[in-house]
Each structure stands twice: as structure tokens, then as C-alpha cells.
């Protein structure tokens, strides 16, 4: 018995020994690589030039309505959607005064002409009858805002961006040229007002709608500017309050 215990013995140190000569594998460590992250140069992409400011980001979703009684929250892309347009925007849920609809309207304009209400951000297109299609906008941020008479001297679907002469000066690393697409700052369509550098156009960061935000420009969704768009003539007054 004694000589079968001194043999187990043995046989564990020698085995030790040689486990301890093997080579040691290193642990396997799973690295979770971070996602790539394409750069996109959305609506507020003309602001962040401008201003230096960082480009806007969406917000914590809001419900409008009370939950409790039943009613729905209403979305940016509420109705037919073609999604390429609201890329960045579908499902974002924005205030229902800003939604396109139509309404009683007073105004000595004629039909077919624009009224920018600055202050309440909201954009109106004259109908006859004491009517208008009002539009959420969002409008300059302070210290660009501004006001005057206009005609829209032309229109242009999926606009190109060249940044002016001022900007490039400043800013000599940037871009002398974007083709119009979805990612460019202008939108889906773009109005031009005069001989100004100023625009009513598309964005696709629908949140921004409703709020001073912009370098001048009147922005609205994709949507409602291919709305608007559709509906405006060259040569159409605009009247910024």
C-alpha cells in the first residue's frame, strides 16, 4: 500500500513538471470592433460652416397628445413618404402645428404669394378665398434673421451647393462643390429669393423644423418643399415678417 501511494506520487510531480514545460496558449479575447461611422453632411452641415457649430442631432423622442386618452403621437413623415428623402428623419416626431394643412388666412397678398412669419415660424402660401397652405419652417438663429420683399428668381430639384467666396475665404479646406442629393444641406428642392444668397429649401433634419436655427435660410421638411415647390411660380412674391 505504501509503495502504491510513493508511486502515485511520483507519477503527480513528474506530470506537474512536464505541464509546467508545455507552452501556455494566451486566453482568447473577443474585441468588439466599434461600428464604422459614415460622415454625413446633413441640414445643419451650412450652419456648422457658418457659425461653427456642431450639426444638430435628432432629439429624445416627444409625444404630442396625452398617451392616457388614447391619442397618437404624429410623426415627421406622417402620409406617402419616399424614404431616400427622409433618410435622417423617418419616425421623428415633431410638433402638429408644424405639419402642412390648410387655413383661414387674411392677407392683402394675392394668390400664389409667399408670407414668411418669422417670429412663428411658420410659412404661408396665399390662396383665394381667405385660404393658405401654412408650412412649419425653421428660420435664422439670432443675430440672422432678417426681413424684406422678394420674387423667387428660380427654382432648382435636388440642388448642387457652392459655397460663396466669403465662406471659402474663411474656410479655404472646404469643399468648392456638392452635388444636390440627399445628403446635401439644400434638400430636395431649393427656391431662390432675388438676387440674395438666401433660399427657402428642403432639410432632411426635419427636428429642426420650428426652431432658429438656420444662417438665414428658410428651411423646411423634404415633403413639404417638393409640396411647396410644386405649387410656387418664378416670379412669385415673398414677404419675410
Known sequence: MQRSFL????????????????????????????????ASLGGGFIEYLFGDHAPSAPP??????????????VYANTGPVDPILEQRGAGVEIDPQFLRQRVDYQTKEAPGSIVIDTPHHFLYLVEPNGKAMRYGIGVGRPGF?????????????????VPPKEMLERKPDL??????????????????LGSTLYRIHGSNEPWTIGHNVSSGCIRLRNVDIID??????????VEVL
Open 228 to 237: 411647396l415647390y410644386d405649387r410656387v411660380k418664378v416670379g412669385a412674391n
Open 145 to 161: 434673421t432678417w426681413s424684406g420683399v422678394h420674387t423667387v428668381s428660380g427654382k432648382k430639384e435636388w440642388p448642387d451647393w
Open 175 to 192: 469643399p468648392h462643390f456638392m452635388a444636390g442629393g440627399p445628403a446635401n444641406p439644400l434638400g430636395a428642392r431649393a427656391m431662390y
Open 60 to 73: 429624445p423622442p416627444v409625444i404630442y397628445g396625452n398617451p392616457g386618452q388614447g391619442a397618437q403621437p
Open 7 to 38: 508511486a502515485a506520487l511520483a507519477i503527480l510531480f513528474t506530470g506537474s513538471g512536464a505541464l509546467a514545460q508545455m507552452p501556455q496558449t494566451p486566453p482568447m479575447v473577443l474585441v468588439a470592433q466599434p461600428p464604422q461611422v459614415q
